[in-house]
């Protein structure tokens, strides 16, 4: 069956600190790979997604992420947080197959403190 | 380019009734999926819709149906209300290249459904 993982729920963090976001996932076959952030009151926007090709994509807002095949990871990153990047981040995985359904994380609530 | 829209963006309903909810995607997006958010399972898939056809179907009951028109708009229906279908229903269109395959999904703000 399919699943992904995020291990952190909540992280909090000073502003200017490093990020990094885990995102584990289980699927018998090819996928593509998301990174959605849902800010507080808005609903989910698109950080940054791997199709294939290079392994370290680069998202909006200074985010990156590295797909690890043999470690069934892809992780969020970012060298320097802000205050206005307190949300929620889910994590998400769909098929190569052409079926359009994601199956996300549980997510994790980051909090910046200025 | 406008985003997905979602009407109603709030509603309340009584246990046992039914509900209709409506997406309409960005233009030129003819794959329009649904999912549900809710506190204690997460986001989670319920179906998809591709030309007027549902694709994919997620693990929901039966009560949980959807259609899709000619112009991509998209409904989705909720029989018999139940006190646990109270949730962020989410609507999500996606570009659809030759031979079916899709591009990322864009999120619209959700109708916020409560059942009492």
Redesign the interface.
Same mark, same amino acid.
């Given at each position: 069956a399919q699943s992904v993982s995020q291990h952190n729920h909540h992280v909090i963090l000073s502003e200017a600190a490093s990020l990094e976001l885990g995102c584990n996932y289980s699927y018998g076959g090819t996928v593509?790979l #998301?990174w959605?952030v849902q800010y507080p009151g808005?609903?989910?926007? *698109?950080l940054l997604?791997y199709f294939s090709g290079d392994p370290l994509v680069k998202g909006i807002k200074g985010f990156e992420a590295e797909f690890i095949k043999s470690k069934f990871s892809f992780n969020l990153r970012k060298p320097s947080v802000q205050w206005s990047d307190t949300a929620e981040y #889910?994590c998400?995985v769909s098929p190569?197959t052409?079926?359009?359904? *994601?199956?996300?994380?549980?997510?994790t609530r980051l909090t910046v403190i200025p | 380019k406008a985003g997905v829209t979602q009407t109603p963006r709030y509603l309340i309903k009584t246990r046992g009734q039914q509900v209709t909810l409506s997406c309409s995607p960005i233009s030129g997006h003819r794959?329009v999926?649904w999912?549900q958010q809710t506190p204690g399972q997460?986001?989670?898939?319920l179906f998809?819709y591709?030309s007027e056809t549902q694709?994919?179907k997620?693990n929901f009951p039966g009560r949980f149906s959807g259609r899709q028109f000619s112009n991509s708009r998209s409904e989705m229906n909720v029989s018999t209300l139940e006190l646990g279908d109270s949730a962020l229903y989410?609507c999500?269109s996606?570009f659809v290249l030759a031979?079916?395959?899709?591009y990322?999904?864009?999120?619209?703000?959700?109708t916020r459904l409560t059942v009492t």
């Open positions: 593509n #998301f959605y808005q609903h989910l926007q *698109l997604k #889910f998400a190569q052409g079926a359009n359904n *994601l199956f996300f994380g549980t997510g | 794959s999926s999912y997460g986001l989670q898939f998809e591709f694709r994919n997620g989410l999500a996606s031979g079916g395959l899709t990322e999904q864009y999120f619209g703000p959700g």
